[in-house]
């Protein structure tokens, strides 16, 4: 528990300490020297608060389209009537194993017209196949088959059937599986990196890697001695390590609020697909 809580603890101490006390050590625990400069400057920046934007954007409706698709993949999976059902699972499995590589992905992204759009950073990684083989399970091994024959004998269709039999039951999946679809959304970079050159739809965790990056260039010059460590530079150093940790506070907060509201569920959820006695 002390390994997992100092680095909270510390980052939250830096983002409203003075940077001078954090990068010489005399800040280690407690906040020293308390200053909001780093957030106020972060709620100020029209670059932080769009990539903010986005990311929230692309999170929540990322996190739908995950959970429609494979929740519906993963139903009609499950079901064994379904024809050609083991080779659909064969066909999805072996992309666990293998892919196209960067480059003809990013070449299949050109071709369809998706890059520097929104879509770039929906659609690929739309089904994850481990999520969907825990839904498929969690289908065949929790949902009794009788309340779907009753169903339809009372003339539901297999439409309705799922939406108000099937999805009030999985609750615990689906509570599993939005936190990890969420918190990869959240996280994610790499797409953007790759796919966009619009400014404007760079998500947040992009804009923070920029800064990291930009205050690591600027360190190893004064190191070396490629440039000057004015006292203007200095100051300037120091204000954007107090923007780090803070950006570091506000983009992790929104995941670790949502946390508590879907734990119930979690540790239900998370022991779908074991052995059952």
Same mark, same amino acid.
């Given at each position: 528990?002390l390994?997992v809580?100092?680095?909270?603890?510390f980052? /939250?101490?830096?983002?409203?300490?003075?940077?001078?006390?954090?990068t010489?050590?005399q800040?280690?625990?407690?906040p020293?020297?308390?200053?909001f400069?780093?957030?106020k400057?972060?709620?100020?920046s029209?670059? /932080?608060?769009?990539?903010?934007?986005?990311?929230?954007?692309?999170?929540?409706?990322?996190?739908a389209?995950?959970?429609i698709?494979?929740l519906t993949?993963?139903?009609?999976?499950?079901?064994?009537?379904?024809?050609g059902r083991?080779?659909?699972?064969l066909?999805?499995?072996f992309?666990? +194993?293998?892919? %196209? %590589?960067?480059?003809?992905?990013?070449?299949?992204?050109m071709n369809?017209?998706?890059?520097?759009? *929104?879509w770039?950073?929906?659609?690929? %990684?739309l089904?994850?196949?481990t999520?969907?083989i825990?839904?498929?399970?969690f289908f065949?091994n929790? /949902?009794?088959?009788e309340?779907?024959? @009753?169903a339809m004998i009372?003339?539901?269709?297999n439409?309705?059937?799922?939406?108000?039999?099937? *999805?009030?039951l999985?609750m615990?999946?689906?509570?599993?599986?939005?936190?990890?679809?969420?918190?990869?959304?959240?996280?994610? +970079?790499?797409?953007?990196?790759?796919y966009?050159?619009?400014r @404007?739809?760079?998500?947040?965790?992009?804009?923070?890697?920029?800064?990291l990056?930009e205050?690591?260039?600027?360190?190893? &010059?004064?190191?070396?001695?490629v440039?000057?460590?004015?006292?203007? &530079? @200095?100051?300037?150093?120091?204000l954007?390590?107090?923007i780090?940790?803070?950006?570091?506070i506000?983009?992790?907060?929104? /995941?670790?609020?949502v +946390?508590?509201?879907?734990?119930k569920?979690f @540790?239900? %959820?998370?022991?779908?697909g074991?052995?059952?006695?």
């Amino acid at each position: 528990m002390l390994l997992v809580l100092y680095p909270l603890v510390f980052i /939250i101490s830096a983002s409203i300490s003075d940077p001078v006390l954090v990068t010489s050590g005399q800040m280690w625990l407690f906040p020293r020297g308390i200053t909001f400069e780093g957030y106020k400057r972060v709620f100020q920046s029209s670059d /932080i608060m769009n990539g903010f934007k986005n990311t929230v954007t692309y999170t929540v409706l990322g996190t739908a389209l995950n959970l429609i698709f494979t929740l519906t993949s993963a139903y009609a999976l499950s079901k064994r009537h379904l024809v050609g059902r083991n080779f659909f699972m064969l066909m999805i499995t072996f992309t666990l +194993y293998f892919n %196209g %590589g960067l480059i003809p992905t990013y070449l299949l992204i050109m071709n369809l017209n998706m890059l520097n759009t *929104l879509w770039v950073m929906l659609i690929p %990684g739309l089904v994850g196949v481990t999520n969907l083989i825990i839904a498929r399970t969690f289908f065949m091994n929790s /949902i009794p088959q009788e309340l779907e024959d @009753s169903a339809m004998i009372d003339g539901a269709s297999n439409t309705r059937t799922f939406l108000t039999i099937v *999805l009030p039951l999985s609750m615990p999946v689906i509570a599993v599986m939005a936190l990890y679809y969420s918190l990869s959304r959240w996280n994610a +970079y790499f797409n953007a990196l790759i796919y966009l050159s619009d400014r @404007s739809r760079y998500p947040l965790q992009l804009i923070l890697r920029e800064i990291l990056v930009e205050n690591q260039t600027r360190t190893q &010059l004064m190191i070396t001695g490629v440039i000057e460590a004015d006292e203007y &530079l @200095s100051s300037q150093m120091r204000l954007a390590s107090l923007i780090r940790y803070s950006v570091i506070i506000v983009s992790s907060a929104p /995941i670790i609020a949502v +946390y508590p509201f879907i734990q119930k569920y979690f @540790s239900k %959820g998370v022991m779908i697909g074991a052995i059952k006695g």
